[in-house]
């Protein structure tokens, strides 16, 4: 059961140019979404949130859109910098931050 | 600031043992959760903790595995007569309030001979 989807398991973006990861959810009880960046050997590190009465949050060169009548969230990165190449997970939970649904991650190579 | 700090980084054991992974989150962080993590996937809820109550609980977690958080500190997680598909990494999280950002440690990884 599948609740949140990162279809795409891989993405190339030159340096400087724009990276757009994509999510998608089934559950329109989800209330709140981050995105995680995750280097190997390492843990998940946070990245940006939004919460559902949002459409759009921004931090510095990271945006995340929200588009709850499509379920679909993106990160833009902008622009981006091969310190960015990482594996991004999406996740999701509903109001009471109980229990938080992740993605499969989509693996980033920026190319300088 | 310490950190989410994870023991071992890496358990290797066979098949039937049974293992304990430790926890200490960052300190005045009341939640407390586990993920387990395998390749290609993203981390998948085991279970959440609220100081030393545990809340939430997977339907996947089955009574193999057992987690514990004494006095709403450091938490441990203790999987009973391990299987090949127990094979995974082993994440902990912590976060002051459930609408801040979880912080993860680095994980246990845990390989069944």
């Known amino acids: 059961d599948q609740q949140v989807k990162q279809n795409s398991p891989s993405l190339s973006v030159q340096e400087g140019r724009i990276s757009i990861l994509n999510c998608d959810y089934t559950?329109?009880?989800?209330?709140?979404f981050l995105w995680y960046k995750k280097y190997p050997a390492e843990g998940p590190t946070f990245l940006i949130s939004i919460s559902s009465i949002k459409d759009k949050n921004e931090d510095g060169r990271f945006t995340v859109f929200l588009n709850k009548s499509a379920k679909h969230l993106s990160l833009h990165i902008v622009p981006s910098q091969p310190g960015d190449s990482a594996v991004y997970f999406c996740?999701?939970?509903?109001?009471?931050?109980?229990?938080?649904?992740f993605g499969s991650g989509t693996k980033l190579n920026v190319k300088p | 600031d310490t950190g989410v700090s994870q023991n071992p980084r890496h358990k290797i054991t066979k098949r039937g043992q049974n293992v304990t992974f430790r926890c200490d989150p960052i300190s005045e962080h009341n939640r407390l959760y586990w993920y387990r993590q395998t390749l290609g996937q993203g981390p998948e809820f085991l279970t959440y903790f609220q100081n030393e109550a545990q809340l939430e609980k997977s339907r996947l977690l089955s009574d193999r595995f057992s987690a514990e958080r004494p006095k709403g500190s450091f938490s441990t997680l203790e999987i009973q007569r391990t299987e090949q598909g127990d094979s995974a990494m082993y994440l902990c999280?912590?976060?002051?309030?459930?609408?801040?950002?979880?912080?993860f440690g680095d994980g246990t990884r845990l390989s069944i001979l």
């Open positions: 996740a999701a939970s509903g109001d009471n931050f109980n229990k938080f649904y």
């Open positions: 559950n329109s009880m989800f209330d709140y």
């Open positions: 999280a912590s976060s002051l309030r459930g609408s801040q950002p979880q912080h």
